[in-house]
């Protein structure tokens, strides 16, 4: 079964610094990688994804993955964090092409003035 | 413009009630989802269904149940058997075969809470 582990539960950091938050995954094959982002009492809108091909992908403001195949990670990184980015990021895969994407529990980033 | 509509945004409920949260998509996808979200938890599957009169059960579908009768539709029932149905619940499509490029698209949730 495919599982999805995000280590950090909170993360804060200051505006303006680099930000990674860690995503690992467990599945037997290379699966379909996802970073999703939340607002409070809001839906979830897709930053970035990964099928195949180039391991770095870019997604939406700003934001970037690179998927690292032998240590079964999808971190998400942005150089430079905007008070607007203070929100709950999810890992997710989808290992069955197409029918359930598993999530991991969710990073809440808080960004400090 | 296109997109999920999910409907009451709070609904509250006593204990021993049937409640049913409402989920309408004009993106015309095939694939509909319901996820249920706690702190601390992600989101877990509830049901999900590729195709109208057809639905399957997720990782937590006990104590909920479903409908598809209409592609845009795709009601969720929370019933009384439903032990600690307190939570943020969140609809979300999906498009099927080929122009499938795995991004689940999602409603703004509904928040029901027990008394």
């Known amino acids: 079964a495919q599982s999805v582990t995000q280590p950090d539960i909170h993360i804060t950091v200051s505006e303006g610094a680099s930000l990674e938050l860690r995503c690992n995954y467990s599945?037997?094959?290379?699966?379909?990688l996802f970073w999703y982002v939340q607002s409070p009492g809001q839906g979830l809108q897709l930053l970035l994804k990964y099928f195949s091909g180039d391991t770095l992908v870019q997604g939406i403001k700003g934001f970037e993955a690179e998927f690292k195949r032998s240590q079964s990670s999808f971190n998400l990184r942005k150089p430079s964090v905007h008070w607007s980015d203070a929100a709950e990021y999810f890992c997710a895969v989808d290992g069955n092409a197409g029918n359930m994407l598993t999530f991991g529990g969710g990073t809440r980033l808080m960004v400090k003035p | 413009d296109g997109g999920i509509t999910q409907s009451p945004k709070y609904l509250f409920r006593k204990e021993g009630q049937n409640v049913t949260l409402s989920c309408e998509q004009n993106l015309n996808h095939d694939a509909m989802y319901w996820y249920r979200q706690d702190p601390g938890q992600g989101l877990r599957l509830i049901y999900y269904?590729?195709?109208?009169?057809?639905?399957q059960k997720g990782d937590i579908a006990e104590g909920y149940s479903v409908s598809r009768e209409k592609k845009e539709s795709f009601p969720l029932t929370v019933t009384s058997a439903q032990k600690n149905p307190t939570a943020f619940y969140l609809c979300?499509?999906?498009?099927?075969?080929?122009?499938?490029?795995?991004?689940?698209?999602f409603g703004e949730g509904s928040r029901l809470t027990v008394l």
């Open positions: 269904s590729q195709i109208v009169n057809d639905f």
């Open positions: 979300a499509s999906r498009r099927s075969g080929l122009a499938d490029t795995g991004e689940l698209f």
């Open positions: 599945y037997g094959a290379t699966p379909y």
